[in-house]
């Protein structure tokens, strides 16, 4: 007796996309290329670069080891840095004084990778938390219970100058004041700064991944309970609305780029923003995305070569033209078969 064979009379079956790597690489709608990545770098004085710790990324370098970085990631394809300082305890101040110093670590480390590397797009951290010794973003009220806006707004404009002056193709602001991407712009413009670019952090939001990045600037006691803190400043993650007017605030302001943070957290609201302009959109995968990743790969539970990717890839669905990550120099390793 012949046995009936069960069959669906199906129009449509989906697996005939995935039935083999070239036909599921043809129907591919998103595609991760070393050009779209930023790797976020932390520069040091000093010679020897320090203790890398457990998490490579976040390792801070002298500006000799950071041109050697820089080099590597050029030749890798990628087009991008986000360079941070680590400042030395005793430079730091209550007012982030050190911001200003026209011979700042941050001046030299542009002025040297321009130099090296003048293809690769230098963008500059702007906020004081590197340089105060409380961590906030910004110069405090004289009560101290608050960080006063607008002095932090003058302080980021004439920061952003003489970064443009050191050579940074962008600066981006990611301290969350009200007005300072139009008074950034304007303080470009007028020292004669026109073709500097802003990348701002638009929406980004008081997220708890920030930790390992605190450790790397030595900015974590402003994650402490002491008042103020900075969800008086960053966003909510609760709001969805709140930061998309955020992105629309900075590009009527003058941003060039927006970027939302952090990105794997943030992937609605990455959405939101390429839907709402056409301007580039970036994301920040953040040093708390990359640890937990790291951390779980190393007890065995992920594998870190495709966790990486799909959490890259997720960020560049969402809409993100660039991403910021900690992985940028393995992931071109990886694009390039290395
Ligand atoms: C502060 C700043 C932070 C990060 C980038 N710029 C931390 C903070 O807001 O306290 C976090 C980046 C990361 O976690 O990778 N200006």
């Given at each position: 007796?012949?046995?009936?064979?069960?069959?669906?009379?199906?129009?449509?079956?989906?697996?005939?996309?995935?039935?083999?790597?070239?036909?599921?690489?043809?129907?591919?709608?998103?595609?991760?290329?070393?050009?779209?990545?930023?790797?976020?770098?932390?520069?040091?004085?000093?010679?020897?670069?320090?203790?890398?710790?457990?998490?490579?990324?976040?390792?801070?370098?002298?500006?000799?080891?950071?041109?050697?970085?820089?080099?590597?990631?050029?030749?890798?394809?990628?087009?991008?840095?986000?360079?941070?300082p680590?400042?030395?305890?005793?430079?730091?101040?209550?007012d982030g004084r050190a911001a200003l110093d026209p011979?700042g670590?941050v001046l030299?480390?542009v002025?040297?990778?321009?130099?090296?590397?003048?293809?690769?797009?230098?963008?500059t951290d702007v906020a004081l938390d590197p340089y105060?010794?409380?961590?906030?973003d910004g110069v405090?009220?004289?009560?101290?219970?608050?960080?006063?806006?607008?002095?932090t707004v003058e302080a980021l404009a004439r920061m952003a100058v003489l970064h443009a002056g050191a050579?940074a193709?962008?600066v981006a602001p990611s301290d969350?004041m009200?007005?300072r991407?139009?008074a950034i712009?304007?303080a470009l413009?007028?020292a004669?700064?026109?073709?500097?670019?802003?990348?701002?952090?638009?929406?980004?939001?008081?997220?708890?991944?920030?930790?390992?990045?605190?450790?790397?600037?030595?900015?974590?006691?402003?994650?402490?309970?002491?008042?103020?803190?900075?969800?008086?400043?960053?966003?909510?993650?609760?709001?969805?609305?709140?930061?998309?007017?955020?992105?629309?605030?900075?590009?009527?302001?003058?941003?060039?780029?927006?970027?939302?943070?952090?990105?794997?957290?943030?992937?609605?609201?990455?959405?939101?923003?390429?839907?709402?302009?056409?301007?580039?959109?970036?994301?920040?995968?953040?040093?708390?995305?990359?640890?937990?990743?790291?951390?779980?790969?190393?007890?065995?539970?992920?594998?870190?070569?495709?966790?990486?990717?799909?959490?890259?890839?997720?960020?560049?669905?969402?809409?993100?033209?660039?991403?910021?990550?900690?992985?940028?120099?393995?992931?071109?390793?990886?694009?390039?078969?290395?």
């Amino acid at each position: 007796m012949k046995e009936e064979t069960f069959r669906l009379n199906l129009a449509s079956r989906g697996r005939r996309l995935r039935a083999g790597a070239g036909v599921r690489a043809l129907v591919g709608e998103t595609a991760l290329r070393a050009s779209d990545l930023v790797a976020p770098l932390f520069v040091t004085e000093g010679r020897e670069s320090a203790d890398p710790g457990p998490l490579p990324g976040l390792r801070p370098m002298s500006v000799v080891d950071l041109i050697k970085e820089c080099r590597a990631l050029a030749k890798l394809g990628v087009c991008g840095i986000m360079l941070f300082p680590r400042v030395e305890t005793e430079l730091k101040d209550e007012d982030g004084r050190a911001a200003l110093d026209p011979d700042g670590l941050v001046l030299r480390a542009v002025r040297a990778v321009k130099a090296a590397v003048p293809g690769l797009v230098v963008m500059t951290d702007v906020a004081l938390d590197p340089y105060t010794t409380h961590g906030h973003d910004g110069v405090l009220t004289p009560d101290r219970k608050d960080v006063d806006n607008d002095r932090t707004v003058e302080a980021l404009a004439r920061m952003a100058v003489l970064h443009a002056g050191a050579g940074a193709d962008f600066v981006a602001p990611s301290d969350m004041m009200d007005g300072r991407v139009a008074a950034i712009r304007a303080a470009l413009d007028a020292a004669g700064f026109g073709r500097t670019g802003i990348l701002a952090y638009a929406a980004k939001f008081a997220s708890a991944f920030y930790g390992p990045f605190r450790e790397a600037v030595g900015s974590a006691p402003a994650a402490g309970k002491r008042a103020p803190d900075k969800r008086t400043y960053q966003l909510n993650p609760a709001n969805r609305r709140e930061a998309l007017r955020e992105v629309l605030e900075d590009l009527e302001e003058g941003a060039d780029i927006v970027m939302v943070k952090p990105a794997g957290l943030c992937l609605d609201i990455i959405r939101d923003a390429r839907e709402a302009t056409l301007r580039p959109v970036a994301a920040y995968q953040v040093s708390g995305e990359y640890a937990a990743m790291v951390a779980a790969a190393r007890a065995g539970w992920l594998d870190l070569d495709k966790a990486r990717h799909e959490s890259l890839l997720a960020i560049k669905r969402a809409g993100a033209d660039m991403i910021l990550t900690y992985f940028a120099r393995e992931t071109a390793e990886a694009l390039a078969g290395k």
